[in-house]
């Protein structure tokens, strides 16, 4: 028989779906990895002017994620026992911090400070917004956190088209103005803040004995677990050579300049973010080991064909592998939730995190491996990695949607 999930949060309006809430935290997600997205589109203006090789173009990306990926499991374990409504805006602020001191940095490990503390204020925002997003979901979960999360695909395409348009043209030091966007995003932070302390005073979160469904056993959830890390591995590994390299790839073997390069990123990215919206109200309707399942595997003749294609079905192969595959996450994300009820904080932290350091691990690895052997070899060797999607068959089969 089906296992029932409790939610740990119900909102104040019962079982209904707070949209508004929902589009404020989508549109702060827009804005918090916009910021984000601007430190690897402006990778080829600091290589340049850095004089630095694809290794320490990685280790940037390695500072900024690890950073983010190692705090977000504790970040969210704490919060989930001692929920903090204000975080989300002082984590903006030490993001801010960060983007200041990248407009200024003259030295590597300047720009590696300036990554890591970016990284550190992202490692507050997925925990406790995937929280407020399950809290105003109304029991769409699925959907909820589509939205909430297609906001960070969304800014994540908007920041190359800002460096492309801004930075390119004025510099480093013009990426001091663009510190707007954080200042934006801790305003409407502060009025999420609001909102969350009070639903928190109007009923707090009762205490979950078990930690995980009932009617499945403690190995079942503890593999089922391991199947969705190994899936977001395989996911983020890859999606690193495009969201770091695929600039340089295009410029390499085509000849593209920088502003076009960064506008097929903006395309690819914007892709992404389609996907990530359809993933989730997907994995609602028709079930979330679907989706996770035709997500990674439906991906591979895709990601098998890129590096034998020109420049206009590069453009489409990559198009259509971020549409397939950012499907994936808010199902993965969603699914073990359920696996875990009331370890909301917990999950998101464990799989944001997760992501994240295996995105910087990636793109740390791939780029010495750029430097070793070709931008086009990281492309033919990591084309296999969503081969790993055949696990998602091992994941059980019947869990509430």
Known sequence: MDAQVEAPYRSDTGETTIFAMLAALSFAHVLNDTVQSLLPAIYPIIKASFALDFGQIGLITLAFQLTASLLQPFVGLYTDRHPKPYSLAAGMGVT???LLLLSVADHFMLLMA????????SSVFPPEASRVARMASGGQHGLAQSMFQVGGSLGA??????AAFIVVPHGQKSIAFLALVPLLAMGLLLTIGHWYARQLAAKRPRPHGKLHLEGLGRRQVVVAILILLALVFSKFFYLASLSSYYTFYLIQRFGVSVPHAQVF???FLGASALGTFLGGPLGDRIGRRYVIFGSILGVL???LALPYANLFF????????GLILSSAFAAILVYAQELLPGRVGTVSGLFFGFAFGMGGLGAALLGMLA???SIAFVYHLTAFLQAIGLLAYF???????
Not at 157 to 162: E, R, S
Not at 395 to 401: D, S, V, Y
């Open 96 to 98: 801010l911090c960060g």
């Open 114 to 121: 300036a990554a890591s503390l970016i990284g550190v204020g």
């Open 157 to 162: 395409a908007t920041g190359p088209l800002l």
């Open 265 to 267: 990123l903006f395309l």
């Open 301 to 303: 003749p895709f990601t």
């Open 314 to 321: 590069t453009a489409v192969l990559t198009v259509t592998i």
């Open 371 to 373: 430097d070793k052997t």
């Open 395 to 401: 994941l059980p089969k019947r869990l509430p949607q």
